[in-house]
């Protein structure tokens, strides 16, 4: 089964603005990560949101976790063209017998124009 | 703020040869997972490793991989007679915890040639 799903897969928008990107999964989770990939570099671990949590902040960071409908959402707001990067989100699943893995969706590219 | 580190940063190898990938956790980590990323997909889940043993392996996983924690620092993973479709970008990760943040190295770019 897929887990995290991410959508847009690509999203390009104009410095200042805000973007919006959204992780769908399919099995219950204990928690779920995002992550920030700059081209061909390491993981960069932005927030966790845990299952019985429904919003984070983190800076310009804002996440939402809806566990009824399986569906994360990461907001940057005002962004800047250093946010150009792929990010990911990453389920801690409780399926499976194993709470230790994390399963990553495809990513959103997202290009911020300056 | 504590971090993974993983040497090399780049290995080229001839297919058939064997190669081990090195990282160095964090020190009061328990968990240690590998994963990894073939160019322009996502990342996978190869490994994870608590209390000296495989908790859990994908399929990927197979007899030519194997795993390693030879002394309290390091965490190493031996990839045996390498294929073409290793070649990937290979990701070490601890955790304090099972169910908290894992912290990623910046990872080892594997190309067999």
């Known amino acids: 089964s897929q887990q995290g799903e991410e959508d847009p897969q690509a999203l390009s928008i104009q410095e200042g603005e805000n973007a919006t990107m959204n992780c769908s999964y399919k099995?219950?989770?204990?928690?779920l990560q995002w992550y920030r990939q700059n081209s061909g570099r390491g993981l960069v671990h932005l927030i966790l949101i845990r299952s019985n949590e429904r919003e984070k902040h983190s800076g310009r960071l804002r996440v939402t976790l809806d566990t009824s409908k399986k569906s994360s959402s990461l907001l940057i707001t005002a962004s800047r063209a250093a946010d150009t990067a792929s990010y990911f989100c990453?389920?801690?699943?409780?399926?499976?017998?194993?709470?230790?893995?994390?399963?990553f969706g495809k990513g959103t590219l997202l290009t911020v124009n300056p | 703020e504590p971090e993974v580190t993983q040497t090399p940063s780049h290995q080229v190898t001839q297919m058939g040869q064997e190669v081990i990938l090195r990282c160095v956790p964090i020190?009061?980590?328990?968990?240690f997972y590998w994963y990894r990323q073939i160019l322009g997909q996502k990342v996978e889940f190869l490994v994870s490793?608590?209390?000296?043993?495989?908790?859990?392996k994908s399929e990927i996983f197979d007899d030519q991989f194997s795993v390693e924690r030879p002394d309290g620092s390091n965490f190493t993973l031996k990839i045996r007679s390498t294929k073409l479709e290793d070649s990937a970008m290979y990701f070490c990760?601890?955790?304090?915890?099972?169910?908290?943040?894992?912290?990623f190295g910046q990872g080892t770019r594997l190309t067999v040639v």
């Open positions: 990760a601890s955790s304090y915890d099972g169910g908290g943040r894992a912290f």
């Open positions: 990453a389920t801690d699943g409780l399926s499976g017998g194993s709470n230790y893995k994390l399963t």
């Open positions: 020190s009061n980590h328990l968990y």
């Open positions: 099995t219950s989770i204990n928690n």
């Open positions: 490793f608590y209390n000296n043993e495989i908790s859990e």
